[in-house]
């Protein structure tokens, strides 16, 4: 372990797992030695030079975090206004005006809706660049072929371990047809019915994601939907990605589409001559994906009307602060992403702050990470666990990573998380790569009444109602007595004449 030179030094849990030569001087991280750690093979070339990450500190005891949850929150909220400084030029070029982003899915959505492909592919082009026309908007057969031909088979087989997993969880969880007969006469059947056609967005903007494939299609398969459309921006990580496209055709996925944002949803859900309709629209996406879904619900069902990703971490000192800073820095680099500590121990938020200083140093996303940091995040002290479960049921957290005693009897006494991880062993990455749980996750404090994308959400559920003559004599005073009462006489000559 590399000792800091000067006289205030932190000594975390696991020296093997945390080897920086820093020291918290002035309430900033400092390097103070060249060295070469022979841990992480890296030689820290600076001295004395300090790395500054503004994260908000908030001392809970005096009443302060509910207020920083709520700012966190409206924030990130897909209500609120989270696009870059691109996104808005991109606006005022496309529209000739700087609309707000639900004016421009408004405009988007209804122009696809009356115009069909003529203004999807207008939109294409001027929002991705993208020179399409009708026949090539869908990738061919051919292509996803060759992509899963040239696909590295180490890369294969690990979508299929994981397939698998994700199949294992989703079909020991799905609904199965329930009837009952509670009294002479009488069948009640709960039947679930797997929707025709879906389609899925997997995002493409700044990093390829084949685990959302994965998150998405497999559920929907395991649920026995018929007809998967998979739609992904036209670019390099989006449906130009060989990794993508060899993940559908891995998976029997053979409608692919090259589009993505607020006129992929509204293509999906209107229907245009080349994109045939669906019947529900699921998987994440930027803010304008998020409100093109918002417009679109009614006409089609969806997932949810998701926000940027989001973790809250309670830990104690018996959490390895190395640990808990990359448990926080792997949501925060999905920039914008909030990353929030809520611990009673003041050492374990001291040691935190100085591991994420130091392992944003490694993070080829670090551009991206410290501000979504310092925008998104806080530190927060608390007196005790019970004020910890409080906050975290108050502010419904997608992502919940729980690493102190007692974890796992935390764990179940919080009602509001999409998704928790429950010990040092379980990192959130588990959940959004691999464990079986999709990782399409409620956000924006929808964790209050949502829930994950599972196989159950691409089932419908309808009841069969049965009485023979015996069943039906029974229960007919009542349904006459009840229909007299609301006045439908229709209703109760329905019944009578059966008598």
Known sequence: MHRPATPTKLKPPSPALFCGPYAIAGGRVILVKKLHCPLCLQTRSAVNQPISINIPRVDARNGAAPA???QLRAKLSPAGDVVSPKGRELTLKVFGEALAPAAVVDRICNDIQRDGDTALLRYCQALDGADLDAA????PAAELQQAHAAADPEFLQCIRRIAENIRTFQSAILHQDVTITPKPGVSLTQRYVPLRRIGVCVPGGAAAYPSTVLMTVVPAQ????????????????GSYNNDILATCHELGVTEVYRMGGAQAVAAMAFGTDTVPAVDKIVGPGNLFVALAKKQVYGDVDIDSIAGPSEVIAIADDTANPAHVA?????QAEHSPGSAILISWSQSLLDATYAAICEQLETLERSDLTRPSLEAY???ILVDDREQARRMTDAFAPEHLHIQCESARQLATSIRNAGATFIGNYTPV????????PSHVLPTSGTARWAAGLSSNDFVRSGSMIEFDQTGLENIADDVQRLAEK???????LSVSIRR
């Open 136 to 139: 090539s908007l869908r990738v």
């Open 68 to 70: 920083i949850l709520d």
């Open 222 to 237: 395991v649920a026995g939907v018929g007809e998967i459309a998979v739609v992904a921006p036209p670019t390099k990580f």
């Open 429 to 436: 990455a588990l959940g959004d790569y691999a464990a079986g």
């Open 377 to 379: 995040g806080a530190l």
């Open 486 to 492: 609301e006045g439908l006489t229709a209703h109760r």
């Open 326 to 330: 990359a448990d926080l820095l792997s």
